[in-house]
């Protein structure tokens, strides 16, 4: 461990200690992150441990291994000390997973379905889908109004409850060493909303033959039958931005409704090479990228509770 990291350790202990003496024995904490030892605190001795751990002194194993990660980045370092100072002095909270599964939306999860031309970036599941890994930014849809979605370099590198990302691609080609490529290319791109569908319209108008079955949950469970037909509501994309600049689309080749025709789920299909082809997508897929973000925004109405 070079000079540079064993002056910010010891600068980062000092001024914790000296700044902040008084909160060091901070309350309780029910985010076992940043509880290294486990005594269901985070304090100057949670901090005394990732140093040494860091400068290899004293090697973390296990759930102190875990928790000394607070910034779930996949690594332990001087960043989650910061944190963790800032956090003991009172100047902030402990992050909390930035991907992790909630299942408890008060609305219908949407969420962004992404690959780009070499099927990285992928993201193929939403926060409300349990023992599922989700890497994007989803939206929780409430009522009619208007709703976006994401997928980012930050929530697409993370760790969600299911693990790291282990599809993605990495290049070492980057000034600083192992390095996510820019998003070249797109094989598919949808906004996938469960729990909206009953299963009885298809997308092209006929009727379906009720697959869907009787029961609760139908938001994270996409076999549940929802509660409105495909007719019954009406969606419409706004815009599409990678890197916050607008994307051209054209919006009559963009498709709606339950293409799967398999599940409860109102999707959005603005390009999907694994079914069609390039002329087919709404959007120039062979002049398509970005470096860090690709959202989605729409409407919806139908659903009856304004959006709050």
């Keep these: 461990m070079n000079k540079l990291i064993r002056s910010a350790v010891a600068m980062l202990c000092a001024s914790t200690m000296a700044m902040s003496f008084i909160s060091v024995s901070a309350d309780k904490v029910s985010n076992t992150r940043g509880d290294v030892n486990g005594d269901g605190r985070v304090n100057i001795t949670d901090i005394t441990k990732i140093a040494a751990h860091i400068k290899g002194k004293r090697i973390l194993k296990g759930d102190s291994l875990t928790n000394a990660d607070v910034n779930f980045d996949g690594k332990i370092d001087v960043t989650d000390i910061t944190i963790i100072a800032a956090f003991i002095k009172g100047k902030r909270l402990l992050p909390t997973d930035p991907n992790s599964a909630d299942e408890t939306f008060k609305g219908y999860d949407a969420y962004i379905i992404f690959a780009d031309g070499d099927m990285n970036w992928g993201n193929w ?3 409300g889908h349990p023992r599922a890994a989700s890497y994007g930014v989803d939206a929780d849809v409430t009522g009619d109004g208007v709703y976006t979605v994401s ?3 930050d929530s697409i590198t993370s760790v969600d409850d299911m693990g790291k990302n282990s599809s993605l691609i990495y290049t070492n ?18 906004v996938d909303i469960t729990g909206l569908l009953d299963g009885t319209l298809a997308a092209d108008g006929s009727e379906l033959g009720g697959f869907l079955e009787e029961g609760s949950n139908p938001n994270i469970n996409k076999r549940v039958k929802g509660k409105f ?21 054209a919006p009559g080749k963009i498709r709606y409704g339950n293409l799967d ?3 409860n789920c109102y999707r959005i299909e603005i390009a999907n090479l694994l079914s069609g082809d ?6 120039n897929v062979n002049n ?6 690709l959202s989605v925004t729409f409407s919806i109405s139908g659903i009856g509770t304004s959006k709050k």
Excluded: H
């Design 229 to 249: 037909r495909g007719d019954e509501l009406k969606v419409e994309v706004k815009s599409i931005k990678v890197d916050d600049e607008e994307l051209w689309f």
């Design 261 to 263: 025709e398999e599940d």
């Design 278 to 283: 390039a002329d087919d997508a709404a959007i």
């Design 151 to 153: 997928i980012t370099r």
């Design 173 to 190: 080609e980057g000034a600083n060493g192992s390095y996510l490529p820019w998003a070249y290319g797109c094989s598919i791109m949808c």
């Design 125 to 127: 599941n939403g926060q």
């Design 288 to 293: 398509f990228f970005f470096s860090d973000e």
